[in-house]
């Protein structure tokens, strides 16, 4: 088919065409194709019926200058396309291209604008999902649907149509530089019209001159032309036919065909893929229009496009190397290419398409369910979590948001609901019943009306739950076929099965070992026994059994705090809240009930806690046992808040007594001088859960110790600092972090209570904590001993030191002298690892200080020069830069610590 | 993702305000604001670490074990 002279083939098609194209005139007849003679005895003579003049009369039969709105069939399609996608856009990429691509249309295939058809069309993309969204949604907006006409009015080029009813069918779109390439060909070819209107005739090997040779009042039906154009697109390889009768042909008014053509192309492609069309009837109309009324000049259609395509020879290709004529590989290239852009194409596009459909299918759904029955649900599902006791089975967001609440409130921010504005439980029943809404929210909408929803849902719920009670009172019981007696059905609703289906029995089990144990424990370890009697240290096992009991007996507790009632009132209380005396009564029973109950659950944990064992029973020690795992070093801090004044001391001095039994201490992780990373994977795993868990004693047990320490008087102090010196190998000890910070508690609670002593305490002022002169005595004996003791060792303690024993020997106890302090450093240490072991040695450094502090003058010079070399070394290595800056200012701030204290500065040192 | 609304006791969950975490696998999902999931198909449940307090949770749970045994 042809239009206007226009070569619209497929290149596919050309290629024959091409080869042909020279011999033209003779291979014609040769062709394997239909040749049509007019003029035999089955031609009808209507073509010679045809006025050849006829132009005159287009503008009545076309219409001129004003196009009515009837034209605009694409405001009729367009509202049963429903959908607009792909074909929208290939039509109106390629118009608005149309109109520039009078200059452009030579490019080469590997066009800068579109390398591929993807990229081509890829900004539009987005707009028509857009659109489509739009139309999607059952208004089609009529006013869009023309959006295109504006191109095709007259002024444009030929080219445009053919671009636009070239891209159009839908199983082989016509690209863009197809089309150039096809109107570059046409260009290259013998400069006639004729040829190019022969080669366009052939592209579509439509048997349009048949059709076209007809007289213009039977042109063919648009099912013919629709067969015609699927028969063609089918038979896409084979050479297309060259129609002979062209003369006739181009004889024709050209206002027939291309309109009916056109119409019945965009009547295939409307039935051919319904998406892709919207455009398409719109502008062939406005275009025949335009082509049917030739011009003054009376050129023809191919004459306009000739003039054209010489307007097109004055600009070169932009990209040169433009393949004119005669290049068969690349176009052969160009087709495959072509080829998969196009199946690229389709694929995305089906793709899309099925997405589309399955969004629309589901938007189906889409409010079935109103609000209201949402709010249904969400109420079925609450009904549910209404219990008996909402702040005990909604322990964890009751206490979670309480905790929240206040951290909320201690940063300032404003707290949505809170125990002042809200409760966080909704009763729904006569007897506590009622469910947990303990959530914080801290962005508080418009109150009122939260509340007011509030009230609706606590009345629905109840509603609800009454429902299902009386329900369940009238449990239907029926005769199941074939059972014997009456069964009762529950539904699965109203007694789901349990997730977790542990018989009770087994857990009874459990609890009778558990039992069994801790007695086994009390009763063997009681004070029944002599002392001295030696057991077995407890297994983990135990431990663990034990620490889950403590923890129950903790969660006891502290339920009981929170439900701990007023203190008896006081007789001016009574007074002011115009209480009876029964009242009064009432409450102090109550409340010494409570502390009765209390105290008996705090003496239950006491005695769990194993403390008064005798020191010797086991080593390690039960209690301290208790301690080895991360679970008893969290237990700690809340054992202790609910024991009395000397229980806690007792722990204490246990703790003291037991220090180096502790798991964290006996099994400290030791520091190792080589990275990590040459230790083996157990090793390392070790190495990590050690230092794991001496994490969690540091920041658990040790607060806690240095809030007991802090209650101390320096007579205790002293009492404890010597009880360690006797008992343990103190150097030992110290190398262990937990070491350093238990012996720099003591000693700067010490420091503190001297501090205190010093000052003259004012007059009239209670200070039961100023320590006199023979506790200051006590202390400073206990301190000169054990300082007398340790000096020597002193060095071993630094963590840098034991690493680099470490690597030479196989322990660190084997070390002696200072000689190894000024082993260099040992290269390959992680810079990362080398600063946490700086940082470890900063800790060993400010104990070190306090120990100066308190050491008297002829111990300190001799706390020097056994440091000497380690501070030599420290500060030589932080001068000369041996370490990184980092790491340098490090150590040196850590001298300085020491060294300032007496008064000395690493700047003194050389 | 969402604002968890409600679970119930076959730990079917109601989401407000969804987010969809995989747009390429669930598209379908993208134009849904809230959603009721059986809880027999929820295979994890993701929260945010800040917002659990684990040592609270670990007492919870003792104390649900500790009143069921009763």
Redesign the interface.
């Known amino acids: 088919m042809s239009f206007f002279g226009f070569d619209a083939t497929l290149p596919e098609r050309r290629r024959g065409l091409d080869d042909d194209l020279d011999a033209f005139g003779d291979k014609a007849g040769a062709e394997d194709i239909a040749v049509y003679t007019w003029g035999t005895e089955d031609y009808d003579g209507l073509g010679d019926q045809l006025q050849e003049q006829g132009d005159d009369a287009n503008d009545m039969t076309f219409g001129g200058g004003d196009i009515g709105t009837d034209f605009k069939f694409a405001q009729q399609t367009a509202q049963y396309a429903g959908m607009d996608s792909r074909g929208y856009q290939q039509n109106q990429a390629p118009t608005s291209y149309g109109s520039k691509s009078k200059l452009k249309p030579t490019k080469p295939v590997s066009d800068l604008f579109a390398s591929t058809e993807a990229d081509f069309f890829g900004a539009p993309k987005k707009s028509s999902r857009l659109r489509q969204k739009e139309t999607s949604s059952r208004n089609i907006p009529t006013t869009s649907s023309f959006h295109s006409s504006g191109n095709s009015t007259p002024t444009n080029s030929t080219l445009n149509v053919i671009a636009q009813q070239a891209t159009n069918p839908a199983p082989a779109y016509k690209t863009l530089e197809e089309i150039e390439a096809e109107a570059r060909a046409a260009y290259a070819r013998p400069n006639s019209g004729f040829t190019a209107s022969a080669v366009d005739q052939g592209s579509y090997g439509m048997q349009a001159p048949v059709s076209a040779g007809q007289p213009g009042d039977r042109p063919m039906t648009l099912e013919e032309i629709e067969r015609e154009m699927m028969s063609n697109l089918t038979k896409s390889a084979s050479p297309a036919p060259v129609p002979a009768t062209l003369t006739r042909q181009m004889q024709q008014p050209q206002h027939e065909m291309p309109s009916g053509l056109s119409q019945g192309y965009a009547q295939h492609l409307y039935k051919g893929q319904p998406q892709a069309q919207i455009q398409s009837p719109v502008v062939p109309p406005a275009n025949v229009q335009q082509q049917a009324r030739p011009p003054a000049s009376d050129l023809t259609g191919i004459e306009l496009l000739q003039k054209q395509l010489g307007n097109l020879a004055m600009f070169p290709p932009l990209g040169s190397a433009a393949p004119a004529k005669g290049q068969p590989k690349s176009e052969e290239q160009m087709d495959r290419e072509l080829e998969a852009r196009i199946r690229e194409t389709e694929m995305a596009e089906m793709k899309r398409m099925r997405?589309a459909n399955?969004?629309a299918s589901?938007?189906r759904y889409?409010d079935v369910m109103t609000g209201g029955d949402?709010e249904f649900?969400?109420r079925?599902?609450?009904s549910?979590?209404v219990t008996q006791d909402p702040y005990?089975s909604d322990?964890?967001a009751q206490?979670?948001s309480a905790?929240t609440r206040a951290r909320l409130a201690a940063v300032g921010q404003p707290v949505g609901r809170g125990p002042a504005d809200g409760p966080t439980v909704l009763q729904v029943g006569p007897d506590g019943r009622g469910l947990g809404v303990g959530v914080v929210r801290s962005t508080g909408g418009p109150k009122r009306l939260k509340e007011t929803a509030m009230q609706r849902m606590t009345v629905q719920v109840k509603r609800i739950v009454e429902n299902a009670q009386k329900r369940a009172t009238a449990a239907p019981s029926a005769t199941l076929q074939g059972a014997l007696g009456k069964n009762k059905f529950r539904s699965s609703a109203t007694a789901?099965r349990p997730t977790l289906a542990v018989s009770a029995s087994s857990?009874?089990l459990q609890?009778s070992t558990a039992s069994t144990i801790a007695n086994l424990l009390q009763g063997s370890g009681g004070s029944t026994r002599p002392n001295g009697d030696r057991k077995q240290p407890l297994t983990e096992k135990q431990v663990l059994f034990r620490l889950?009991q403590l923890?129950?007996l903790i969660?006891d507790l502290e339920q009981m705090r929170r439900d701990q009632p007023p203190p008896a009132p006081t007789e001016a209380q009574k007074v002011h809240f115009g209480m009876t005396d029964e009242e009064a009564e009432e409450k102090r029973i109550q409340a010494e009930q409570w502390s009765s109950q209390y105290e008996g659950a705090v003496e239950a944990m006491w005695q769990a806690l194993l403390v008064q064992e005798p020191l010797e029973v086991s080593d390690p020690h039960p209690f301290i046992s208790l301690l080895s795992v991360q679970k008893g070093h969290?237990l700690f801090g809340r054992l202790i808040r609910h024991l009395s004044h000397q229980q806690c001391l007792t722990v204490l001095i246990l703790l003291l007594a037991c220090f180096p039994q502790l798991d964290v201490v006996r099994n400290a992780p030791m520091p190792t001088l080589a990275s990590s990373s040459m230790l083996g994977p157990y090793e390392r795993a070790n190495h990590k859960r050690a230092e794991a868990r001496t994490e969690t004693f540091l920041s658990s047990v040790i607060p806690v110790v240095v809030q007991l320490v802090g209650r101390l008087e320096l007579k205790m102090v002293a009492g404890m600092v010597s009880l360690c010196s006797e008992r343990w190998e103190v150097a030992k000890v110290l190398a262990t972090r937990p070491g350093v910070a238990l012996f720099t508690i003591l000693f700067s609670r010490a420091e503190m209570l001297k501090h205190i002593a010093a000052v003259p305490v004012p007059e009239g002022q209670p200070a039961p904590m100023v320590p006199s002169q023979a506790e200051l005595d006590q202390w400073n004996l206990a301190s000169a001993n054990l300082l007398r003791n340790l000096i020597p060792k002193l060095p071993s303690v630094f963590p840098s030191t034991q690493a680099q024993a470490a690597a030479f020997g196989p322990g660190i106890y084997l070390l002696g002298g200072n000689g190894q302090n000024a082993a260099s450093e040992i290269g390959s240490k992680d810079e990362k690892e080398g600063m946490q072991m700086d940082l470890k040695d900063g800790e060993v450094w400010g104990l070190i200080a306090s120990f100066g502090l308190q050491a008297p003058p002829d111990e300190q010079t001799l706390l020097v020069s056994s440091l000497r070399d380690k501070i030599l070394h420290t500060v030589h290595s932080a001068k000369k830069g041996w370490v990184s800056a980092p790491r340098g200012e490090l150590r040196l701030r850590n001298v300085n610590l020491f060294l300032n204290g007496l008064g000395l500065s690493a700047d003194m040192i050389d | 993702m969402g604002t968890l609304k409600s679970v119930d006791q076959f730990l079917n969950i109601r989401l407000d305000n969804i987010k969809v975490s995989d747009p390429d696998r669930f598209p379908h999902m993208m134009a849904i604001k809230n959603c009721f999931i059986r809880g027999s198909v929820v295979r994890y449940v993701q929260m945010p670490t800040g917002a659990v307090d684990t040592q609270l949770l670990e007492d919870a749970t003792r104390r649900e074990a500790k009143d069921n045994k009763k």
């Open positions: 997405k399955k969004i589901m938007s889409n949402k649900i969400t079925i599902q609450l549910q979590l005990t322990f964890y206490v979670h905790i789901p857990k009874n609890s889950e923890y129950e969660l969290k």
